[in-house]
């Protein structure tokens, strides 16, 4: 986590709807105690991504915090970072993979989430990757 530059990671989810004017001690004590951090760099070596996971690292993984920095968007670096935490080998055994989000369902739909039912029918909705089981 010696890389990530938790200044612009602060900006960014700062300005997102679902952490409005977090701190930044927040974020870094998340970091700390999730088990994945990713963060996506350019070629010069500034940093346009970052994502974590929330896992027992054996059965259930939530993707949170996967943010991109405004001139960035569009370009495959959110779904780079996802494929990245889905592949990883610590996560090899993992078949339940969760997420939430309000704008970025295809995204994820493209690496196989589908929308989780909601009988609340919040604006923000839930998605699910089941690994090895057929959809029902």
């Not at 991109?68 to 495959?76: I, S």
């Not at 078949?95 to 589908?114: E, I, N, P, S």
Request: with cysteine.
């Amino acid at each position: 986590m010696d890389t990530m530059d938790f200044s612009a990671v602060r900006g960014w989810l700062a300005r997102s709807y679902w952490t409005p004017g977090i701190e930044r001690a927040v974020i870094e004590r998340a970091a700390a105690n999730s088990a994945l951090v990713i963060g996506a760099f350019a070629a010069g070596g500034e940093q346009i991504g970052f994502m974590r996971v929330v896992s027992d690292k054996v059965r259930f993984a939530y993707l949170c915090d996967v943010i991109v920095d405004e001139a960035w968007r569009g370009h495959g670096v959110g779904r780079a970072m996802v494929t990245h935490a889905l592949d990883h080998p610590e996560f090899a055994t993992v078949r339940t993979w969760t997420l939430a989000t309000r704008d970025a369902h295809g995204v994820y739909a493209a690496l196989g989430f589908k929308p989780m039912s909601d009988p609340e029918s919040r604006p923000q909705s839930w998605m699910v990757l089941r690994r090895g089981e057929q959809w029902r």
